[in-house]
């Protein structure tokens, strides 16, 4: 068995991003503390999108040329996951198509949860391949320091015995109950003191963790190249890159920090996939987990990657910008009134959702012959008229191909949480026709004959159980964090 190492990566960044300004004009004028903390950005996601939605687009990102066929494990890492008892990793499994039998496992609980979560699977014995994703979605109090400071997004890596791009050479794992930050159910996140977080608990369990993994590397602080260091309060990453005499790293996390914002368990990941995409063969790499302990893990490059029109570096920078009241309105910091149009029951059918949940979830259609017509859905009564059921059908998915605009319709009189409402009909390259919703859309509108592609969200939120309604909708080619 080969030492495992990373194969793949792909990364999901919501290409809407607030300016950190506009959130102190905002708060300004009972809160002048928070200017202090308004350079820069911090990614968005929509109303539709959520920790499962972005996992299931990063992984979508990082398998787009190597293809799923041997994975076997996915490990979704997030302390923000949408459901209390509903794996997200399951939900992720099938949107992406996967098999049943691979085994899925949710990690949370820590910000580390990511870093754990790879080096987890790093460690296995096994001659397949794991799919570790970390991703947050993170709603935090109006006028808060993580309102402005945290931003959200998903990395995903592939991890493999074979094919690396980069291998682990070195790692340590130190975990403590040292409380920095903490967030109980039903309450606020709360941080403690920056001085005690900087001068104490990082020299205490960061730099002597780093050390032990480079020294299991055979590498001194002089031999990093990258380095993704764990920055909870501002300042933490340049004294730890003095504390530990990474004179020679470049380092990734502020970009990250000044663009889309703190990313929780999947901003080491994030940092992982910047560094490996802009790293030479040869170069080493160091990343760290921090919460209640800490990880570190080296790497050494073994290939160059060329993510040519998926950049990760492109999707960080990529961003469209909104105002805060829209930004707090997508979040239900601010409840709108939206008046009797929003007066629906959006309760989903459990027992038609598992009939259908394969179909709707990983989104295939069908076809009765090998040269017949694609249809969505599946029918008692095809397409052309034959019966049928729905083993009779061939399985054909619809979620990676691209379609061409047929129709678009801009609504302002339906509900929807981001007004207008678009709307039409799109035509696949196998000749599928459906119709479809719109997300994500360009600053100028779609037209028809325009190309599309397909990405996971939320369909609708049940207000009175919780419940989330997951499918497809159309979006622009490069829209939505993808480069």
């Known amino acids: 068995m080969h030492a495992r190492g990373i194969s793949a990566i792909g990364s999901y960044f919501p290409s809407i991003r607030v300016e950190k300004a506009e959130i102190y004009r905002a708060h300004a004028w009972a809160l002048p503390g928070l200017k202090s903390k308004s350079r820069g950005w911090r990614s968005a996601a929509r109303w539709d999108e959520d920790v499962v939605t972005m ?45 049943a039998t691979v085994f899925t496992t949710d990690q949370g609980a820590s910000r580390r949860a990511g870093t754990s979560a790879l080096l987890k699977s790093l460690l296995e014995n096994s001659s397949r391949q794991h799919l570790v994703i970390a991703a947050e979605k993170r709603i935090a109090q109006a006028g808060s320091w993580a309102e402005i400071s945290w ?22 794992s130190h975990h403590e109950d040292c409380v920095d930050f903490y967030w109980a159910d039903g309450f606020k996140p709360y941080q403690g003191e920056e001085r005690l977080i900087k001068e104490t608990m990082l020299q205490s ?33 340049k004294q730890l890159l003095r504390s530990l005499k990474l004179e020679n790293a470049t380092p990734i996390t502020q970009q990250l920090l000044s663009e889309v914002g703190d990313l929780g368990a999947a901003l080491p990941l994030a940092g992982l996939c910047m560094a490996i995409e802009k790293a030479e ?109 729905e083993t009779g059908y061939i399985d054909v998915c619809l979620a990676d191909l691209e379609a061409t605009v047929v129709s678009i319709t801009t609504d302002h009189l339906s509900y929807c949480p981001d007004p207008p409402f678009y709307f039409g009909l799109v035509e696949f390259e196998n000749g599928a026709r459906l ?41 622009a080619v490069n829209a939505g964090g993808t480069a």
Request: aromatic fraction near 6%; glycine fraction near 8%.
């Open 435 to 475: 119709p479809m919703e719109f997300a994500d859309l360009p600053t100028q509108a779609l037209a028809a004959g325009d190309t599309v592609r397909m990405a996971f969200r939320i369909k609708s939120i049940d207000k009175a159980l919780g419940y989330r309604h997951y499918f497809w909708k159309a979006t």
């Open 55 to 99: 996992a299931v687009e990063a992984a979508r990102n990082a398998t787009l040329t190597m293809g799923r066929e041997r994975i076997n494990g996915l490990s979704l890492a997030s302390t923000s996951h949408p459901f209390k008892d509903r794996s997200s990793a399951t939900i992720a499994s099938a949107a992406l198509n996967l098999p």
């Open 151 to 172: 931003g959200d997004g998903a990395a995903a890596l592939v991890t493999d015995d074979e094919n690396q791009i980069a291998q682990l050479t070195g790692w340590h």
């Open 205 to 237: 369990q960061v730099v002597p963790t780093v050390q032990a993994a480079l020294e299991k590397a055979n590498a001194s602080p002089a031999d990093v190249d990258w380095a993704i260091l764990c920055d909870p309060v501002p300042g933490c990453e």
């Open 281 to 389: 063969v040869g170069d080493t790499i160091l990343v760290t987990g921090f919460g209640n302990g800490c990880d570190a893990l080296v790497f050494k490059m073994l290939q160059a990657v060329d993510n040519g029109g998926n950049a990760i570096e492109s999707q960080v920078t990529n961003k469209r910008s909104i105002g805060y009241t829209a930004f707090a309105t997508s979040r239900n910091i601010i409840d709108l009134d939206y008046g009797p149009r929003a007066e629906r029951i959006d309760k989903t059918a459990l027992s038609v959702h598992e009939r259908l949940r394969k179909d709707i979830t990983a989104f295939i259609g069908g076809k009765t012959t090998a040269e017949g017509a694609v249809q969505f859905p599946k029918t008692a009564i095809a397409a052309n008229g034959s019966f049928s059921t």
